[in-house]
């Protein structure tokens, strides 16, 4: 356990997360919503041991948090004017949007069908965090089907010896996963988990326009 709630103290804390990304090792970090394991995205078996910390399969790949928004353009390909307004008005913060893949990247992060889940996340230990080590596959601290936790000791709890190295930063500020939105769909956008940033706020930023039609009330008790 590692603590990383302020700058002028956490370089060695931080400089233990880097190493361990480094070797393809797990890690626990905060952000701005709940606490997050993850690991290097490029490294396909530092991703299946996320998965496998979790309790998770290859069915639910993990998103991926950006040091910047400009990273979004490296990973990501074809990614609507809609789906960008978004970013830009909502991040750094609690916002994932899933896009378009792209092909050329040579990595692994489970059964994505050709996307990725990107988000920024709106926290200086993470942020710092990221700019050393560049994109992380990172998911909720959890194992599959408990709460997510919203402090390192929750994570500690749960996920035990799985992960080398737990950054400490304090309780979540937010305590609630992000809001999810599938920016895939040629129909528009589509909010797949409500979370941090609200449905209507999302309709603020990109116009109603941008999102496509809800199913009907019979379609959706299907």
């Given amino acids: 356990m590692y603590p990383c709630s302020d700058p002028a103290t956490w370089g060695p804390s931080l400089d233990a997360a880097v190493d361990a990304v480094s070797r393809g090792a797990v890690i626990v970090l905060p952000t701005d919503t709940v606490y997050g394991v993850g690991a290097d995205a490029f490294n396909a078996d530092a991703v299946a041991a996320v998965l496998a910390a979790k309790g998770r ?20 390909y074809e990614v609507p004017a809609s789906a960008r307004a978004l970013m830009e008005a909502c991040w750094p913060g609690a916002l994932t949007v899933i896009v378009q893949a792209q092909p050329s990247l040579a990595w692994d992060l489970g059964d994505t069908h050709g996307t990725v889940a990107l988000r920024m996340p709106d926290h200086p230990a993470a942020l710092a965090l990221l700019k050393r080590t560049g994109p992380l596959a990172v998911t909720s601290a959890n194992k599959t089907g408990q709460p997510a936790a919203t402090t390192a000791s929750d994570a500690l709890e749960q996920l035990g010896d799985a992960v080398a190295v737990y950054l400490d930063g304090g309780d979540a500020p937010l305590g609630t996963a992000s809001t ?21 706020r999302l309709v603020e930023i990109a116009g109603a326009d941008a999102f496509a039609p809800e199913p009907d009330a019979q379609e959706s008790d299907g």
Avoid: F
């Fill in 180 to 200: 999810i939105v599938d920016a895939t769909d040629p129909e528009g956008l589509r909010v797949v988990r409500d979370g941090g940033i609200s449905r209507e």
């Fill in 57 to 76: 399969g290859r069915q639910m790949p993990p998103p991926v948090l950006i040091p910047d928004a400009r990273t979004v353009d490296g990973l990501g």
